[in-house]
């Protein structure tokens, strides 16, 4: 496709499920980030890579976040054991280059929520 | 590590007239400052951005200034139009191959008809 797909769209689980979140980066693309967005809030920084190598993980709040690009494609970001202040959205961009001074291209989001 | 600061959280201006969303941020290695429009239940998409070695730049409605001495930025929209609406985020990052965009908390702008 054309832009950044990430999937699902939505995704309800349990507190104490775990969640995959799936991010499609614009082909070609060398970065890939991932944000976490509160209702109401900017974007926080959850962590970042360039190609299959993750160069910033600061952002991600507890060592249930993982998040993985194996192949410098696709990224998938795992929540283990859901609690309920991981409800957010939460957003893919992808850049062209290897620096984070070029555009980000955002997907959609994945919006989850946890009972 | 980098902090950017945002206000007003919300901003209410007549169609026509001028709007303007500041910014500060706290680290003086930041050299590339963007700024995003979200609309309601979209994605954040760049509308402009400036980088360190200039101090203002424009395109068509859109400004943005960049004090680097202060460490702060603004966004001037002129002539707004109802499909300004949105919220808007400013942003901060360095030049580097590790570096992350951190972005502010947000501006809703709402324009009165």
């Known amino acids: 496709g054309a832009g950044v797909s990430q999937s699902p769209r939505y995704k309800v689980a349990k507190r104490g499920q775990d969640v995959a979140l799936r991010c499609d980066p614009i082909?070609?693309?060398?970065?890939l980030f991932w944000y976490q967005q509160a209702l109401g809030q900017g974007p926080e920084f959850l962590t970042y890579f360039q190609n299959e190598a993750q160069l910033d993980k600061s952002g991600l709040p507890s060592d249930r976040f993982f998040a993985e690009r194996p192949e410098g494609s696709v990224s998938t970001l795992k929540i283990q054991r859901t609690q309920q202040e991981d409800s957010a959205v939460y957003l893919c961009?992808?850049?062209?280059?290897?620096?984070?001074?070029?555009?980000?291209?955002f997907g959609e989001g994945s919006r989850l929520t946890v009972l | 590590g980098e902090n950017v600061e945002q206000h007003p959280s919300t901003l209410s201006v007549q169609e026509g007239d001028s709007a303007v969303i500041k910014c500060t941020y706290s680290?003086?290695?930041?050299?590339?400052f963007p700024w995003y429009k979200q609309e309601l239940g979209k994605r954040p998409q760049l509308i402009i951005d400036i980088r360190s070695n200039v101090g203002e730049k424009k395109d068509q409605r859109i400004a943005v200034t960049l004090n680097k001495t202060a460490k702060h930025f603004s966004l001037h929209i002129t002539e707004t139009q109802p499909e300004d609406s949105a919220v808007y985020f400013c942003a901060a990052s360095t030049d580097s191959s590790a570096s992350k965009i951190i972005f502010g908390s947000g501006t809703r702008l709402s324009i009165r008809p």
């Open positions: 680290d003086s290695a930041s050299n590339y």
């Open positions: 082909s070609g693309h060398v970065s």
């Open positions: 961009a992808s850049s062209l280059g290897e620096s984070g001074t070029g555009e980000l291209f």
